[in-house]
């Protein structure tokens, strides 16, 4: 009599249970019938209670965001376009929703009391509900969040995130639509340069490929940094300084520093060094009057000369033991 008694009781249990599967079952249904045509879904307080109510057997990804323009958020603006590029394709790479999966944007303006209640003081945050019942249930109800603090993520970066905490199941693959605006320009502006290249090579190759063109660019990046320019940029020395008697000094003394105007000066002598011997070794040789190329042998020696007897007074205000010099200086 007793077993009569407890079997309306079992019936009741297992109809309670049936009813509860069937409903979460057409709950995730429901929902993602809805999501194939528009993703991520639109939530509000309600929808936002009946998707994460448990029992749940279905993961869901929300984004709790503030669109609207009088709060100001331009990190909400930022992410979301990267967050409807997650949504759409992982839906439609999941159309059959084998991975049990719904993304959803919750706004603040749809949604004050889902914010007051988990006490948000910003936006935008995502928080990862998983399953409650189910093969890959968890025992942990509280979802797991993620926060943008000062930058908005990529979809890939999101992606990431959500598929390592998401469990066991498909990982649809995240496809970004070819943007044909950019390929398009980018082709144009491809043809444009090989049009003008194409039009303006019988007047710029020779310049290219002239030798003394780049024997000169070469000479004068060869005397910009063996002069220092490089030492100025990275040690930020000033152009010039006092010299205590009311002038100015041009030259700092010691190794460890110089002047900026120190610097053009070491450089201008090496460069009328480097040309007078550039004259002397290819110029002068080639000189058919020998009256004319002996003077000229003469006038560059004595620029020469001058020129290293200037360099050398210079290296002993550098170094005040070196023991050596040339006249004039």
Not at 215 to 235: E, K, V
Request: proline letters at 7%; one cysteine or more; a positive charge.
């Amino acid at each position: 009599m007793k077993y009569l008694r407890a079997i309306p009781i079992l019936a009741l249990l297992a109809s309670c249970a049936t009813a509860a599967k069937k409903s979460t079952t057409d709950v995730f249904k429901d929902y993602h019938s809805l999501s194939i045509s528009s993703t991520p879904l639109k939530l509000d307080d309600g929808i936002y209670e009946e998707l994460t109510a448990t029992p749940r057997n279905h993961s869901l990804v929300v984004l709790l965001t503030a669109l609207q323009p009088q709060f100001g958020c331009q990190l909400c603006r930022d992410i979301q376009p990267e967050w409807d590029l997650l949504a759409r394709s992982w839906i439609k790479g999941d159309k059959s929703g084998q991975s049990r999966v719904l993304y959803g944007t919750l706004d603040f303006a749809n949604g004050k009391s889902t914010f007051q209640k988990l006490m948000l003081q910003s936006a935008p945050i995502l928080l990862l509900f998983n399953p409650t019942v189910g093969p890959h249930a968890t025992l942990d109800n509280q979802p797991i969040r993620l926060e943008f603090k000062t930058s908005a993520q990529s979809a890939e970066q999101i992606y990431g995130w959500v598929s390592r905490h998401l469990p066991e199941g498909p990982r649809p693959p995240l496809v970004r639509p070819v943007n044909y605006v950019r390929l398009v320009s980018i082709t144009t502006m491809l043809l444009g340069a090989l049009t003008l290249f194409s039009v303006a090579s019988p007047y710029i190759l020779p310049v290219i490929q002239n030798r003394n063109l780049w024997a000169a660019i070469s000479l004068i990046m060869i005397l910009l940094f063996t002069s220092g320019h490089m030492f100025n940029h990275i040690r930020k020395v000033p152009y010039v300084a006092g010299n205590g008697k009311n002038g100015i000094s041009y030259f700092a003394g010691g190794f460890q520093t110089q002047f900026g105007l120190e610097t053009q000066i070491v450089a201008a002598m090496y460069g009328v060094l480097s040309f007078a011997t550039i004259a002397l070794a290819l110029r002068v040789p080639r000189m058919t009057d020998p009256r004319k190329q002996q003077v000229a042998v003469v006038v560059w020696s004595a620029i020469m000369l001058g020129m290293y007897s200037f360099l050398m007074s210079v290296f002993r205000i550098k170094n005040g033991s070196y023991p050596f010099w040339l006249p004039p200086f």
